[in-house]
């Protein structure tokens, strides 16, 4: 068939035709390069000039090109989500492990091995699109799973509690967390004044305020941190037998994050640090993977629990009510176009499959009217399932129709039912077996604006998280009290946060109180409920306790100068590959060095673009001469003492010392940093950095 032909009959069998998106393209520019066309697909001539009255003449209104391309990038920006703007996706597949027939009817849970395909979008909420990746704030978990009965989307977040239990506060929070209106700072972070008063007059807050104040909030990457659905949902299966679920991911790669002063500094040395790791992760084959983990309980359970399950300032702790791992999620596929994909993904806490129901839980019910809604204003019409991203992978049937950017009108006769045409004429229809049901739950109580008296101990579970921390993790949130209380100028509002401390942990209450100077002690908040003191500790709240094994996919920088110890490099870069890590050569110029066979080893980075907050671990393989040229560089200087002092692991030639000298920390050096002297000496090295961080140190460089 002609192309001329073939073209006419896709018309008239009423499809759209994409030339030059992989469909028709009648002509080329040249071998297999596609010739540029206008959106209307006629093809351009010139795209340098536009079409002018003489060479120094005006423009001609007649140049469609040229309007067209100008008004097109004008309108190339959508409103950026009211939170979560900043965020990042990729496709990835989930394998259902065992069947979960007992527990739900949803199909994707049925068979042993089933794969469902996925997309993925993580994010952090308070910054713009545009704000750095080390912002100091929970991270989105955005999951969506494309299953034979439509889209299941797990919306989370990598904490598993929240800052509010009533869905109608939620526009003041975010109000408070963000930019403060009159000035337009500060961005994406909670370290102000808003902040904190709406947290201390928020005691509902105050576990999700221990939580962000944790090592939670500065990830190393998102591949090395959990993922929560937080609230109760329900699983029903065939015989129509409800059991509570909540929803946990567990990356298989382990739980890592960084420092704070390393995070301030990330920020700068590259504010796209989280999204370029997960690409460089995927495009090299290392694919990130989490379990998914369900907490099932039953009514029983929810009743005798000391909280109350609906309540999502609450966790129920593993030890609880242990996690049964059903499957697992690969991220293995970038996006090929990041608006198309990332921005324009819609997920929706609405969006669930027969056998998965909602609770009660009032910040889920609201969840379900503004996802749906806030789609309409960011994507401009009630269409947007339509973009591909969003679209199910199964057949999508209804009456539905028009719209902006329809793509997917009902065919045939009838928009209508019930009509009479019958059969396949008459359109689809609904399944009362299959199809979706809601959980029949007994409902009866008064209407009335109240919150429930099970949702009113707002401290114990804050005492529980602290005291379950490492002594490590428990400075660091004590740090970070004092450093976002400090950005606070209003002097109430810090002695107010301290109140509220003084329920949760007196150690930590006279930690931040001495940390901020504070004249005076103030009395404890008033609660509404005593803080229950003995809650057991649970260790699956540490990160630290809950670290890899192995090294893998974290990256070490090997700062090198001219000279450098060929065998040393080869022996460190074998020891690296053998244990599935990454590294990047780091040198005064990037073009490399020569080597001291006389070899030469190109760089990634030269040092002031490879700063060793980059990297898990560093290496300073440098010669004699390489040291006494690097002493005298500021940013190598600095490459080895922010190494230091974030607790790193450092390998070093014994030349190295002569920088280390200069950069004052010869005298401090522990056995955190390794001399290498010879290549053999590399595996040691690299079994010490499955430690991550040799946190000792910590007490020495950190003492105010
Ligand atoms: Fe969201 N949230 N949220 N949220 N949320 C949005 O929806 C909202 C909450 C979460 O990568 C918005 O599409 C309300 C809890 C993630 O595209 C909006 C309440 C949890 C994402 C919205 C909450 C989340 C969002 C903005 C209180 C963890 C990013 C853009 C009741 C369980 C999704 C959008 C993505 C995004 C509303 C609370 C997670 C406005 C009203 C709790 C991961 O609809």
């Not at 961005?187 to 962000?212: C, R």
């Not at 689809?428 to 009866?444: L, N, Q, W």
Request: hydrophobic residues 40%; contains cysteine; proline residues 5%.
């Amino acid at each position: 068939m002609s192309k001329k032909t073939k073209a006419a009959s896709a018309q008239s069998r009423g499809e759209t035709l994409h030339a030059g998106n992989g469909g028709e393209i009648h002509q080329t520019a040249g071998g297999d390069v596609p010739v540029m066309t206008t959106q209307g697909g006629m093809p351009v001539s010139d795209d340098q000039n536009s079409l002018k009255a003489g060479a120094r003449g005006p423009t001609l209104l007649e140049d469609q090109h040229f309007r067209e391309k100008i008004f097109h990038f004008d309108h190339e920006r959508i409103p950026e989500r009211v939170v979560h703007a900043r965020g990042y996706g990729a496709h990835g597949v989930f394998e259902t492990y065992e069947t979960l027939a007992d527990i739900t009817k949803a199909d994707l849970f049925q068979r042993a091995g089933e794969k469902t395909e996925m997309f993925v979008r993580f994010s952090t909420v308070a910054g713009n699109k545009g704000s750095g990746d080390l912002a100091r704030d929970v991270r989105g978990f955005a999951t969506r799973f494309y299953t034979k009965e439509g889209n299941w989307d797990l919306v989370g977040n990598n904490i598993p509690v929240f800052f509010i239990q009533d869905a109608i506060k939620f526009p003041d929070l975010i109000h408070a967390a963000k930019a403060e209106p009159d000035r337009g700072f500060p961005q994406a972070q909670t370290a102000h004044d808003n902040f904190w008063d709406f947290i201390s007059l928020t005691p509902e807050a105050m576990n999700m305020a221990l939580w962000i104040m944790s090592d939670r909030t500065i990830p190393r990457s998102f591949r090395f941190m959990e993922g929560f659905g937080v609230h109760t949902f329900r699983m029903i299966n065939a015989e129509g037998k409800s059991t509570f679920v909540k929803f946990h991911w567990k990356p298989k790669q382990g739980l890592q994050s960084v420092v704070w002063n390393e995070a301030l500094k990330l920020n700068g040395a590259d504010p796209d640090f989280h999204r370029r790791d997960l690409w460089d992760a995927i495009k090299a084959g290392d694919y990130p993977e989490w379990e998914l983990g369900l907490q099932l309980f039953d009514e029983k359970f929810a009743e005798e629990f000391e909280f109350d399950v609906l309540d999502a300032t609450k966790i129920i702790p593993e030890e609880q009510v242990p996690i049964r791992i059903v499957g697992k999620m690969t991220l293995d596929r970038c996006v090929e176009n990041f608006f198309q994909e990332t921005e324009q993904v819609a997920f929706q806490t609405g969006n669930v499959v027969p056998g998965i129901d909602f609770s009660n839980d009032p910040l889920l019910q609201g969840r379900n009217f503004s996802y749906l809604d806030t789609q309409l204003k960011r994507l401009g019409g009630p269409n947007f399932t339509h973009i591909p991203v969003n679209a199910p992978r199964c057949p999508v049937h209804s009456f539905q129709q028009d719209g902006h950017m329809s793509m997917r009108n009902p065919r045939g006769r009838a928009n209508y039912e019930p009509n009479s045409w019958g059969g396949e004429k008459g359109g689809p229809r609904e399944a009362p077996e299959a199809g979706f049901s809601s959980y029949p739950e007994e409902i009866s109580g008064q209407k009335a604006r109240v919150r429930s008296e099970t949702f009113a101990d707002h401290y114990s579970q804050a005492r529980q998280f602290y005291l379950s921390q490492t002594e490590t993790e428990q400075t660091h949130i004590g740090n970070a009290f004092v450093f976002e209380l400090s950005k606070v100028e209003t002097m109430a509002i810090r002695s107010n946060v301290v109140a509220h401390l003084r329920n949760v942990d007196e150690d930590l209450a006279k930690t931040v109180a001495d940390g901020l100077r504070l004249q005076e002690m103030p009395a404890a908040a008033k609660a509404a409920r005593p803080t229950i003191m003995d809650l057991a500790k649970s260790d699956k709240l540490s990160i630290i306790l809950n670290g890899p094994d192995s090294f893998k996919g974290r990256k070490i920088g090997i700062l090198v100068s001219d000279g450098v110890d060929t065998a040393l490099l080869d022996g460190l870069k074998a020891a690296i590959a053998a244990e599935g890590a990454m590294m990047e050569i780091v040198a005064p110029m990037v073009g490399g060095v020569t080597t001291s066979d006389g070899g030469f080893v190109e760089a990634k980075q030269k040092i002031d673009g490879g700063p060793s907050m980059l990297y898990d671990a560093v290496a300073v393989l440098v010669s004699k001469d390489g040291a006494t040229l690097l002493s005298k560089e500021a940013t190598a200087k600095d490459f080895v003492t922010d190494a230091f002092a974030h607790c790193k692991f450092i390998a070093y030639s014994p030349e190295a010392m002569t920088l280390f000298e200069k950069a004052g920390i010869k005298d401090d050096l522990d056995e955190g940093c390794i001399s290498m002297s010879s290549a053999k000496e590399a595996k040691a090295f690299i079994a010490q950095c499955r430690k991550l961080r040799h946190w000792p140190r910590e007490t020495m460089v950190d003492v105010v």
